[in-house]
């Protein structure tokens, strides 16, 4: 009944606080994740992603702050709070003696209402119906990383926390993965919080992007994903043979820019189309129009100083 019922962000970090001896791991770390988003959780080498990730599920005590699941602390009612979530911290730990299967069946017991049916559909779900009789010893780490996934998610969580979930998987394996993921937000309405040093893949994965840095956060940015609409205003390149006199024939509607080949004009979808016909109508010749909106990569760098990722 209360699945149904609460209406609040699925997570919120309030003031998350981590000091160990003198140093300030986390400092202060506010952030609400909605219902039903693949939220991603960037920063560089030594920013506090997994210590965050670590404190949100518990295997680490808060100095400060507090994480409140589904309306629940993690400090006071931590029971409650965690019946909400499905994770994998760094890697899937498994019995490798025993096979996929008795691994899940294992786990299942651990909460009740998990039937054999249940267990049927994660392993379908993530690809592992020929391999799942099979002894975990065997697998490979892309297979145990899908075992894992399975495990986190057979109780119906609420939330989702996956840590560097695509280590040991191949290209195939990524993408089955990624979009897995999207479909468990859209499809089952679970938040989906995902650390990834592959940017290119957080990019196609996930809806918004929170970036730390020295354990303080520094952005949230979304994520447009192909056949969604266009953002309000872009940078917007005119590929055009005379661009002074592009520039001339735009400053007193649309002040531009010089640019290689071109011209470029910040402004929205409609006035694209305007610009384009007045370049025509006055006889320029345009070659293309193309949107240089920055890539992930280039905004997390641009924030963080160019500091590695992991």
């Not at 003198?22 to 080498?45: C, H, M, S, W, Y």
């Not at 007045?278 to 345009?286: D, I, P, R, T």
């Amino acid at each position: 009944m209360e699945l149904q019922t609460y209406s609040g962000p699925i997570v919120q970090l309030k003031n998350v606080t981590k000091v160990i001896g003198k140093r300030t791991i986390i400092d202060q770390l506010t952030l609400d994740l909605p219902e039903a988003e693949v939220f991603g959780f960037l920063g560089p080498n030594g920013s506090g992603k997994t210590t965050t990730i670590r404190m949100m599920v518990g295997l680490m005590a808060l100095t400060n702050g507090d994480v409140i699941i589904r309306g629940h602390s993690i400090r006071t009612e931590f029971e409650k709070a965690i019946r909400h979530v499905g994770a994998i911290v760094e890697n899937p730990e498994m019995y490798k003696y025993l096979t996929g299967y008795q691994n899940l069946l294992h786990y299942s017991r651990m909460v009740p209402g998990i039937t054999s049916q249940r267990i049927d559909e994660v392993v379908e779900l993530v690809g592992l119906t020929s391999r799942i009789n099979d002894k975990v010893k065997t697998y490979s780490l892309g297979m145990r990383q899908r075992l894992g996934v399975a495990q986190a998610i057979m109780h119906k969580p609420s939330l989702l926390i996956l840590d560097e979930p695509t280590n040991g998987l191949d290209p195939a394996g990524i993408r089955e993965l990624r979009d897995y993921l999207r479909k468990l937000a859209k499809e089952d309405g679970i938040t989906v919080f995902v650390s990834s040093h592959l940017l290119s893949e957080m990019e196609l994965m996930c809806d918004r992007v929170a970036i730390i840095q020295s354990g303080k956060l520094i952005d949230v940015r979304s994520i447009r994903h192909e056949g969604e609409a266009a953002a309000a205003v872009s940078n917007v390149l005119f590929e055009v043979d005379k661009p002074d006199e592009a520039l001339r024939l735009m400053a007193s509607s649309y002040p531009g820019v010089p640019a290689q080949n071109g011209v470029t004009f910040m402004v929205d979808r409609d006035t694209i189309a305007a610009i384009n016909t007045e370049l025509v109508n006055a006889g320029l010749k345009v070659y293309g129009i193309r949107i240089l909106n920055k890539s992930l990569e280039d905004q997390f760098l641009e924030m963080t100083g160019g500091e590695n990722i992991v």
